[in-house]
């Protein structure tokens, strides 16, 4: 069985990270790159970068603050926000970046998963999709777009089985609904988007206590979840580390990635 995986997700506006709550009223957490030091030296697994504004201030995704990121950082490494192209991409694999996260530009223009796809491995090609119960879909989940401002009309999971076809190697499912509300994954949403595609699937939004990563885990077929109220959230009393996280799992019988002690040096 494959080990899960646990995500430290950037929500980053000029070159600083944020926390929102149901994808609004964003409060600044620290500089990015300092951030990206403290979840890498706790060892998290894997860290996402979104320029939340590129696409709504229509510009190209800031690349500076993605090479600063990378160079704190040697795990697997997402960025996303304002990618239009295959240059756009190729600009964010040389700032360091191992994979590239599309999601409004894929609604306006799908190809654009197909052509990075092609150009460079399904691996380094991740749909993000912002999803909300509207009830207007046959799922009853609708995509949105533009920092989830803009509904499109999408029915989720078909968006999600469309990306997967198109050559998208792993798709991040993002709950508006549970956005930073702490009340735990929409295992609903999980549980219909792991009987519709066959790629990884990354959970996120609503993760507040270490009893919804078990809860993910052992209902859906999520490879991978975002943890990042948890750990660095202001909106909450406590806090936890990547190691208390993965104690828990272990514990409870998931399959995790080892926790490895560095050094007292």
């Not at 994979?99 to 796809?117: F, H, Q, T, Y």
């Not at 509300?181 to 792991?194: F, I, P, Q, R, S």
């Not at 009987?195 to 919804?212: D, K, N």
């Amino acid at each position: 069985m494959l080990t899960k995986r646990l995500i430290a997700c950037f929500d980053v506006v000029g070159g600083m990270v944020t926390k929102a709550v149901h994808f609004a009223d964003n409060i600044t957490v620290a500089p990015a790159e300092e951030l990206a030091k403290a979840v890498y030296d706790g060892q998290i697994d894997e860290l996402v970068f979104y320029d939340i504004m590129a696409s709504a201030e229509k510009r190209k995704i800031d690349v500076e603050t993605v090479r600063r990121v990378a160079g704190q950082v040697f795990v697997p490494f997402s960025v996303g926000g304002g990618i239009k192209d295959l240059a756009d991409m190729y600009e964010a694999l040389k700032a360091g970046a191992e994979k590239i996260s599309v999601d409004s530009m894929a609604v306006r223009n799908p190809e654009i998963i197909r052509e990075g796809a092609g150009a460079f491995g399904s691996q380094c090609v991740m749909l993000s999709t912002q999803v909300s119960r509207t009830g207007t879909t046959p799922s009853g989940y609708e995509v949105f777009i533009d920092g989830a401002r803009t509904a499109t009309g999408l029915d989720a999971i078909e968006w999600m089985r469309r990306g997967q076809d198109l050559g998208a190697g792993e798709i991040c499912v993002n709950s508006i609904d549970r956005d930073g509300a702490m009340t735990g994954y929409d295992l609903v949403l999980m549980e219909m988007a792991g009987r519709a595609v066959s790629v990884p699937l990354i959970a996120s939004g609503g993760a507040g206590a270490p009893e919804h990563l078990k809860e993910l885990f052992l209902r859906t077929e999520a490879q991978a979840a975002i943890i990042s109220s948890m750990l660095y959230s202001p909106r909450i009393k406590r806090n936890f580390t990547v190691y208390a996280l993965k104690d828990y799992l272990a514990h409870n019988g998931i399959p995790i990635r080892p926790f490895i002690r560095q050094p007292a040096y």
